[in-house]
């Protein structure tokens, strides 16, 4: 594991409950009604975390989501609350580790699925596009290409798997049955919107969204929000316009990059994962950084 005094692998806070630690977010619990939400520079793929981190990647997940959330709040209401984090951690230490990197959000009931949007067609959408001509049951058309654009984006819902196991496709129907059609339609809807909405402002600055990916909760009241991480590195798949072309996978603003180094390797795709070298580190830590300053104007 990395022993870089500039990365968190991840956060042991002392003045709040540790309830869950995620692939890359520890959560605290502030109160009945509220969590604190702390992004760590952990990096996963294949669904295994790795053991080096990113340094500074839990800034620039939080800055970016925290940029979308506000910019796209009237196509649904997220979890974000106007809570200042320092203002729920007692202890001093605490708020230095937690700088820059953590909110405070509601405390929702996560609906059981991810809402995935494909604009192009790529990773496990090419790999079910070519066994079976469809993606979560969207037939589409003969002959397409690696990483080609879809005439309209579309909705694929995945499972959400265990950790050490991987996401699978699942077709509308299922996301009904687990959640009801109006619910399911809702969640569709404004997924959609969000990543149309999303991927033209990112046009604008050069970067083409291949797709994304959402989580929604629910209040208890029996409404609906947008939660986690929305149109990150991590959550998503960057590509610099100026360089996109169908036919093969294009270079990436993404942890594709670091997925690329894996598939080098001869390795299982199971826990424990490899030792990242000091180039794919620091290689990452560019493109992390890019798609935030291009995104949002932040450095």
Do not use: C
Request: glycine share 8%.
């Amino acid at each position: 594991m990395s022993d870089d005094p500039a990365a968190l692998f991840e956060s042991n806070l002392h003045s709040l409950r540790l309830i869950a630690r995620g692939k890359v977010r520890d959560i605290y619990r502030v109160d009945a009604d509220r969590l604190l939400i702390v992004a760590s520079d952990r990096i996963s793929a294949f669904d295994v975390v790795l053991p080096d981190p990113i340094p500074g990647k839990g800034m620039v997940l939080t800055a970016i989501s925290n940029f979308w959330f506000g910019r796209l709040g009237d196509v649904i209401a997220n979890h974000l609350t106007a809570t200042d984090p320092a203002s729920v951690l007692g202890d001093l230490r605490d708020r230095e580790i937690v700088r820059d990197r953590a909110v405070v959000v509601e405390a929702l009931r996560p609906l059981p699925f991810e809402a995935v949007v494909r604009g192009y067609l790529i990773g496990s959408g090419w790999k079910d596009y070519l066994a079976t001509g469809m993606i979560s049951g969207v037939r589409l058309p003969a002959g397409m290409e690696l990483a080609e654009q879809l005439r309209e984006p579309i909705f694929t819902p995945s499972t959400k798997a265990a950790a050490g196991d991987h996401d699978e496709n699942i077709p509308m129907a299922e996301v009904e049955r687990l959640v009801g059609a109006k619910l399911a339609e809702t969640v569709r809807d404004s997924a959609l919107e969000l990543y149309s909405r999303a991927a033209a402002h990112a046009r604008k600055r050069g970067i083409i969204i291949a797709d994304t990916k959402f989580e929604f909760g629910m209040t208890p009241q029996g409404e609906l929000r947008l939660i986690d991480e929305i149109f990150t590195p991590d959550s998503s798949r960057f590509w610099p316009a100026d360089r996109y072309a169908s036919g093969s996978s294009p270079a990436s603003f993404d942890k594709q990059y670091v997925r690329d180094y894996l598939e080098t390797l001869d390795w299982d795709k199971r826990a424990p994962g490899p030792r990242l070298p000091a180039v794919v580190i620091a290689g990452t830590q560019r493109k992390y950084r890019e798609a935030l300053d291009r995104l949002t104007g932040q450095q």
